[in-house]
């Protein structure tokens, strides 16, 4: 790949682009670890002037996606968080010539910045337990426990006007079980699911996803994503349900958690 030669030769855009591509898994196996290795390496080559100092503000970007979620490594909310800073000061220089450059990473940055600065100044209970253990194994079963009844459903609910979904019973059940894990669960590293999927599959579709690729705490931020956006979208849940996208992560859930018990 050109991405792989660039990174041979030490290009800190092709060491970050060729990270984005192990975190999506196109044309390679999806490998995260791989994937924040790279980032560092872009960010160590990044210059201090011109394109160079920009390339290194984009991998600092990518860096704190990941130190702020853990993907590919472990969860460190203060290093991100100066890493957020780093890539707006720097990426922010370029907007006084070129605004629309990097508008979109400029805004991510900002806001990455912002978000974490007040958390480490007022994390709330919740939210310190989750920073200490979101990458622990943790049970989904009050979620799995639905899969059977999914499974062997041939309708899920039925639109109203194309206005909303009334949802079979079945169907409600399994929404208020994740409505409950996540309002419960905050110390699982729930509270910024968001984030989680964003630095897990950076442009990957979640209908396009395969749920062998990721972990067990990613393929959750999946099923509370949709879930939760019934509330905006209606019928998003029930397109992934006739599709059986959501079968297939909780059928994921599901073999994690057993592959956990035999260890």
Request: hydrophobic share 35%; proline share 2%.
């Amino acid at each position: 790949m050109c991405f792989e030669r660039a990174a041979e030769l030490g290009d800190a855009e092709g060491l970050a682009l060729l990270g984005d591509l192990y975190i999506e898994g196109q044309v390679c196996t999806r490998d995260v670890r791989r994937a924040f290795s790279l980032y560092e390496r872009a960010f160590e080559r990044g210059g201090d002037t011109g394109q160079m100092h920009y390339a290194k503000a984009i991998a600092a970007l990518r860096l704190a996606r990941c130190l702020r979620c853990g993907v590919g490594c472990d969860v460190d909310v203060k290093r991100a968080r100066d890493l957020y800073l780093f890539a707006h000061k720097y990426l922010g220089e370029i907007s006084k010539t070129y605004p629309w450059w990097y508008k979109r990473e400029r805004d991510e940055a900002l806001e990455g910045d912002d978000f974490l600065t007040q958390l480490l100044c007022h994390p709330s209970h919740e939210e310190r337990l989750a920073l200490r253990n979101t990458n622990s194994a943790h049970s989904y079963t009050s979620v799995t426990r639905f899969l059977p009844a999914l499974s062997h459903k041939s309708t899920f609910g039925t639109w109203h006007e194309y206005f909303w979904v009334s949802y079979d019973h079945d169907v409600e059940q399994f929404q208020d079980a994740v409505e409950s894990f996540f309002s419960k669960q905050p110390d699982w590293g729930f509270y910024d699911y968001l984030s989680l999927l964003h630095a897990n599959l950076l442009s990957t579709s979640l209908s396009q996803a395969d749920p062998e690729d990721y972990d067990a705490r990613t393929v959750m931020a999946m099923v509370i994503y949709i879930v939760r956006g019934e509330k905006f979208d209606p019928g998003v849940l029930l397109d992934f349900l006739e599709h059986g996208v959501v079968q297939r992560w909780l059928q994921r859930l599901q073999d994690t958690e057993q592959d956990n018990r035999t260890l």
